[in-house]
């Protein structure tokens, strides 16, 4: 799969390095704040970004109160519900697992479109794709073979949230693949009923009493770093990336696990055993046979085009 383009390239840098240091960025600010709070703090960061962005640029958010279902329903699965639940499991298993984690996201996706009926013919590689990625996924969890475990509610909690972040992306290629908006603009309203969402549960999201807050300048430049950069900024980064190269942009998927890990044992000092790298490159081999060619479709013009809009992640 080719990156092509000085620029492509260097967007994918910076990709990689956004979102698979959002892991470490998550440790450190969880520190000072719990993770409800967190959530709803990084929604908003990213969604004031995008807001100013669309503002300064004349773009407008959509109105149509069909529009903003669909929104708050993805940004329900594709933002509340993946971060809060990446939040808690951070603070019990290592950073660079987290990432390992999220890098499941194209297998669930798949998964959920064959169960719904969104996917057909699939093929035998498809298949082994899956089987590859349960495969690592228990090599790195250590449930196979035995031996020193992760704590398990923490690890299933990350593979739900991966599981949603897939299940958005099968929601946004039934109904907002062909809203006739400027992807932005779909972005900053997805980010804004993400941030009234994560308000409105965050009585029920766990504790989160402000006499837990500690805002030392730690948990402030590294919740920041969340919000306006992982948050925010890669999701422009990243509508941008598939414009101009389409599905290849999904690439940057493969490269998560292993920022997050050398970010985790750089600066937390986080161990990587030899489970861990082969569970990993198990899974990024069944991720790699999951993918899908380039499929050919009629856009809102009525001229050939390209189905893009599940390639675009939104884990941000």
């Known amino acids: 799969m080719g990156i092509t383009g000085r620029a492509a390239f260097v967007r994918l840098v910076v990709l990689a390095a956004l979102w698979g240091s959002s892991f470490l960025w998550a440790a450190i600010a969880l520190?000072?704040?719990p993770p409800g709070v967190l959530t709803v703090v990084r929604l908003a960061l990213g969604s004031a970004l995008l807001l100013a962005i669309c503002r300064f640029r004349g773009i407008r958010i959509p109105a149509e109160p069909r529009v903003w279902i669909h929104l708050a329903v993805v940004a329900a699965i594709g933002n509340v519900i993946p971060l809060l639940l990446f939040a808690y499991a951070v603070r019990s298993i290592d950073s660079h697992i987290g990432g390992m984690l999220n890098a499941t996201t194209p297998l669930w996706t798949l998964a959920i479109g064959v169960c719904l009926g969104g996917v057909a013919g699939?093929?035998?590689?498809?298949?082994?794709g899956l089987l590859a990625g349960l495969v690592g996924t228990l090599l790195v969890v250590g449930a196979w073979p035995p031996g020193e475990r992760l704590p398990a509610v923490p690890t299933?909690?990350?593979?739900?949230?991966?599981?949603?972040y897939g299940a958005s992306y099968v929601y946004i290629d039934r109904y907002l693949s062909r809203i006739d908006r400027p992807p932005i603009a779909l972005a900053a309203g997805q980010l804004v009923a993400g941030t009234a969402l994560a308000l409105i549960a965050l009585p029920v999201a766990g504790p989160h009493s402000l006499d837990g807050v500690r805002l030392g300048p730690d948990v402030v430049v590294a919740t920041i770093a969340l919000g306006a950069f992982c948050t925010g900024l890669a999701t422009v980064l990243n509508i941008r990336q598939v414009a101009d190269v389409g599905p290849a942009a999904s690439v940057v998927l493969y490269l998560l696990p292993v920022v997050a890990a050398v970010l985790g044992w750089l600066v937390l000092g986080e161990q990587i055993t030899p489970s861990t790298i082969v569970g990993t490159a198990v899974v990024l081999v069944g991720v790699a046979l999951t993918r899908s060619p380039r499929r050919t479709t009629i856009d809102d013009s009525g001229e050939p085009g390209t189905q893009q809009r599940p390639e675009i992640p939104t884990n941000s």
């Open 122 to 128: 699939v093929p035998r590689r498809y298949v082994a």
């Open 31 to 33: 520190r000072g704040l």
């Open 156 to 164: 299933i909690l990350g593979l739900i949230a991966a599981a949603s």
